[in-house]
């Protein structure tokens, strides 16, 4: 995804170009019609909108606990999340290019 969207972006000033982020939920949902509602999908949005920067993929603990071990080994932590009255761990995934020396 981030090949195309190097590709869709180059020759593009910044102020033109597009990125992503992305907040990544695992848990329960109910769908009510065409709506889904749960927390870790509140989390998911929350991280994605709110905490991820542009290129970083981040996770809730209900996220970190569904991967597989090679996954779980492209994860950092990344602080902590304070989107309930508990601080959340907050894992982001790192690129496999990367490697875990791209933690900040």
Same mark, same amino acid.
């Given at each position: 995804?981030?090949?195309?969207?190097?590709r869709?972006n180059?020759?593009k %000033?910044?102020?033109?170009?597009?990125?992503?982020?992305f907040? +990544?939920? &695992?848990? /329960?949902?109910?769908?009510?019609?065409?709506?889904?509602?749960?927390? /870790?999908?509140?989390?998911?949005?929350k991280?994605?909108?709110?905490?991820?920067? %542009?290129? /970083? +993929?981040?996770?809730? %603990?209900?996220?970190?606990?569904?991967?597989?071990?090679a996954?779980?080994?492209?994860? !950092?932590?990344?602080? &902590?999340?304070? &989107?309930?009255r508990?601080?959340? %761990? !907050?894992? @982001?995934?790192?690129?496999?290019? @990367?490697?875990? =020396?791209?933690? =900040?």
């Amino acid at each position: 995804m981030s090949g195309a969207l190097g590709r869709l972006n180059r020759g593009k %000033p910044a102020s033109e170009r597009l990125a992503f982020s992305f907040g +990544i939920g &695992f848990g /329960e949902v109910l769908e009510l019609e065409r709506d889904l509602l749960g927390l /870790e999908l509140n989390l998911a949005s929350k991280l994605g909108e709110d905490r991820a920067r %542009p290129g /970083e +993929i981040l996770l809730t %603990p209900g996220a970190v606990a569904g991967l597989p071990p090679a996954l779980r080994r492209r994860l !950092v932590p990344h602080g &902590f999340a304070r &989107f309930t009255r508990r601080p959340m %761990p !907050v894992a @982001r995934l790192v690129s496999p290019n @990367r490697g875990a =020396k791209a933690h =900040k």
